[in-house]
């Protein structure tokens, strides 16, 4: 990426693939084994089931081991990038920082979703139902992340010809 990162396509193609990435694997669960469990059932079903409750086990167990460091670094390096791309004016920190904190907002409610599984988890066919109802919620917020990303450069343009 160059510093006029809203402009450049790099930042779009990055932009595109980390949404099309984050809808495709929810709680690290590719989404078409998802779909092959719901179709063929048996052997899917069960490695599809497995896969999550590995996922979720995995997620609980780091969140409850590392949980405060993790949050409280995320914390510190997007106020960073927020302060140098709103405050100092950085573009390309602006272009990160508008690019990390739907990943962060996504990432924050599928550890919160872990550890709903984890305290009651359903049985198979509900299961992969909440993963489908995540993933739907994973594609809005991707949504309003790429067309609040494609307003930046009109509003950047309208507030550089509005100053004197």
């Not at 594609?139 to 343009?157: C, N, R, S």
């Amino acid at each position: 990426m160059d510093f006029k990162s809203f402009w450049s396509i790099w930042f779009w193609v990055v932009l595109v693939i980390s949404w099309s990435i984050s809808s495709h694997f929810v709680l690290g669960v590719p989404f078409d084994m998802i779909i092959q469990a719901d179709r063929k059932g048996g052997e899917w079903a069960r490695h599809c089931d497995s896969l999550i409750r590995a996922n979720v086990f995995r997620i609980v167990s780091l969140f409850q081991q590392a949980g405060v460091f993790i949050t409280g670094l995320t914390a510190f390096v997007i106020a960073a990038i927020g302060s140098f791309g709103f405050y100092v004016g950085l573009e390309f920190a602006r272009a990160l920082f508008i690019l990390l904190v739907p990943h962060i907002i996504v990432a924050a409610f599928s550890v919160r979703l872990a550890f709903l599984l984890q305290a009651d988890m359903p049985g198979e066919v509900a299961l992969r139902k909440v993963i489908r109802r995540r993933r739907f919620w994973t594609q809005v917020t991707g949504l309003f992340a790429i067309a609040f990303a494609a307003a930046m450069p009109i509003v950047e343009y309208i507030s550089s010809i509005t100053r004197f």
